[in-house]
């Protein structure tokens, strides 16, 4: 029988209540997706997929459990309740376990105004395929390609709805397109390797086939005859394809859960410079047409823009209703979940301060050093914020791209790094963390 997300969702509620919980939150999720890759301009894989999952939180008490399932009988639903409670009743107490309530609630509801899914119906997969095959002959038109090795488009589209027994019942659809290619350009030990990619939620804002063919090909032979650098402590440019990366150890280290843990490098920061004066940090969950934007989070709680750092300080923790409970604190409404975990803190869609030049000034600043393009592997210590990691990209000498780099390793103390860095004007807006590229003094190269 062919039921809504809402009705699961309560049927769920019911379920946990006859089962003997004294609260209860349920999850329903279905959604689509549809992917198409190409190879030598013949079709090399389709595949189209279907789902319906739910998740189940039951709370005695303090005590809390969660179950999930993608058969959505009535048989099973009271399957889940029961075991539900029975793992409940065994979990420990936790002075977290709590739900928003009525006076708490978002009163807007309605995503309709985000934009987060296109009106436009599934495309007809020979459409992407077509597409895919556009792209593959920009990458191989482009001078010094060897060959693609992967080229693919994808269509999916999700529709999420919560219910909790205090309550609270909304939901929300989203939509994403995505266009790709990876090229290899060379021969032997000399191959090199690199992509460009974009993805959005409504395909009409794709860049075109042939701008994202041409871009990976670009890429990937500027990478040809590429070399160790010196090894020592010069200046880092981290392209703006990379540059969110320092941004996201930022936010891990603010994250709710790492906070009460006290195993993040932030710990009693609160209050203090994180970054350079002049710039912010700030969360924007209503932005149209963006990936993570959303009305309200996975307990119900209105989202709101909001200054994670502000003119270099940091303002406060992300935070769900269990990390702050136990931190003393008030939800940030920044809770999310799936439909086999409890909630857990999590960022939306975050910018940080533009600078005033672009990447070849930021470059010309830096007079030699290193202009990171890609970086692999991470020794990231969430204590200390010592920092090391792979890289790839670009010697800089004078202010000016000379030889292409790779097998290097750069490192430094997230601290130090954030408090000194200098953003460009370059960041991508439709992206959910809009970040430029950052100058970052002092780092240590480990090359040849």
Not at 143 to 166: L, N
Not at 187 to 216: C, K, N, W
Not at 318 to 332: F, K, N, P, W, Y
Request: proline share 5%; with cysteine.
């Amino acid at each position: 029988m062919d039921r809504t997300l809402e009705t699961l969702t309560q049927a769920l509620l019911d379920a946990a209540r006859a089962a003997g919980a004294d609260a209860a939150d349920a999850m329903a999720v279905d959604g689509t997706s549809l992917s198409i890759e190409v190879r030598g301009g013949a079709l090399e894989q389709a595949e189209r997929s279907e789902a319906v999952d739910v998740g189940l939180r039951v709370m005695l008490g303090q005590r809390q459990a969660c179950v999930s399932s993608s058969d959505t009988s009535p048989a099973t639903f009271a399957e889940m309740a029961a075991r539900a409670v029975a793992m409940a009743r065994e979990a420990p107490e936790d002075p977290g376990v709590a739900q928003a309530q009525p006076g708490e609630f978002a009163a807007d509801r309605d995503a309709a105004a985000l934009e987060l899914a296109e009106p436009e119906d599934e495309p007809a997969p020979a459409a992407l395929e077509q597409a895919a095959r556009e792209t593959e002959a920009a990458t191989v038109a482009v001078e010094g390609i060897t060959r693609v090795d992967a080229v693919g488009a994808g269509y999916g589209r999700r529709r999420v709805h919560i219910a909790t027994s205090a309550g609270f019942a909304g939901g929300y659809e989203r939509s994403e397109s995505s266009l790709y290619s990876v090229a290899i350009a060379g021969q032997g030990t000399g191959m090199e390797r690199d992509h460009y990619g974009d993805s959005r939620v409504f395909r009409a804002d794709l860049d075109s086939p042939e701008t994202i063919g041409r871009i990976a090909g670009e890429r990937t032979v500027a990478r040809l005859g590429a070399r160790k650098p010196p090894t020592g402590a010069f200046p880092v440019v981290f392209d703006e394809r990379i540059s969110s990366s320092l941004i996201a150890h930022l936010l891990a280290a603010i994250n709710g859960s790492a906070i009460v843990r006290g195993s993040s490098w932030l710990r009693g920061a609160m209050g203090e410079a994180v970054l350079p004066a002049g710039i912010s940090l700030t969360e924007e969950p209503l932005r149209m047409r963006s990936p993570a934007s959303r009305p309200f989070d996975a307990e119900g709680l209105p989202t709101q823009t909001s200054a994670i750092v502000a003119d270099g300080v940091l303002q406060r923790w992300v935070l769900d209703i269990a990390t702050a409970r136990r931190l003393g604190l008030e939800s940030t409404a920044n809770a999310a979940r799936g439909t086999s975990a409890p909630p857990s803190p999590t960022v939306t869609n975050v910018a940080l301060t533009q600078g005033d030049a672009d990447r070849a000034a930021l470059l010309g600043d830096s007079g030699t050093g290193l202009l990171v393009t890609s970086m692999i592997g991470a020794t990231i210590n969430p204590t200390t914020g010592d920092y090391s990691r792979g890289a790839a990209g670009f010697w800089v000498e004078n202010g000016e791209i000379t030889y292409p780099v790779n097998e290097c390793t750069i490192a430094g103390n997230l601290r130090d790094m954030l408090k000194s860095l200098v953003p460009a004007n370059d960041a991508r807006p439709h992206l959910s963390r809009v970040v430029p590229s950052l100058l970052v003094e002092g780092l240590t190269i480990a090359g040849e």
